[in-house]
């Protein structure tokens, strides 16, 4: 036996999981629904829906994978015609990426059961409880990757 606390039983570890719940929960509802479109697929066409004309090394930094990840995930989703590419014109060699109209069609029919999950998650959590999560989890942010807020403020 370890001597080690399970993980449910510290603050990280229980985030970990419920986040790792959330996250398979999200991934099978999008399945019943597109069943080509896996949940890093989501999240790729929802940084582009945010801010289009990123360059893959953005979108990597963004969704916290490597390189030959997120050129993976851009190759499926040019194939599925989730997204496109024009060049850069300010970087020789780079290329911009953005949704197709269907990328963004099926962001649009997928993002409402992404919101339905996400708020059946905090069913029965009292709002003063929500808010607090959400400043601990900012904290967690900030201290393990520094710039990642940045990225979405208005």
């Known amino acids: 036996m370890s001597n080690f606390p399970e993980p449910h039983d510290t603050a990280a570890g229980a985030s970990w999981i419920a986040t ?3 996250y398979n929960r999200i991934s099978a509802r999008i399945a019943e629904v597109h069943e080509s479109v896996n949940i890093e697929q989501l999240f790729l066409l929802m940084e582009l829906d945010k801010e289009t004309g990123l360059r893959p090394s953005m979108l990597a930094d963004r969704m916290l994978r490597s390189k030959g990840t997120i050129s993976s995930l851009i190759k499926h989703a040019q194939k599925n015609d989730l997204i496109c590419s024009t060049p850069d014109p300010l970087h020789k060699n780079a290329k911009k990426l953005h949704l197709t109209e269907y990328g963004k069609k099926l962001l649009d029919e997928l993002n409402p059961i992404i919101y339905q999950e996400l708020e059946g998650s905090m069913e029965g959590v009292p709002p003063e409880h929500q808010a607090m999560i959400i400043k601990v989890m900012q904290n ?12 979405y403020a208005s």
């Open 140 to 151: 967690i942010i900030k201290a393990e990757h520094p710039d990642y807020l940045s990225y």
């Open 20 to 22: 790792r719940l959330i």
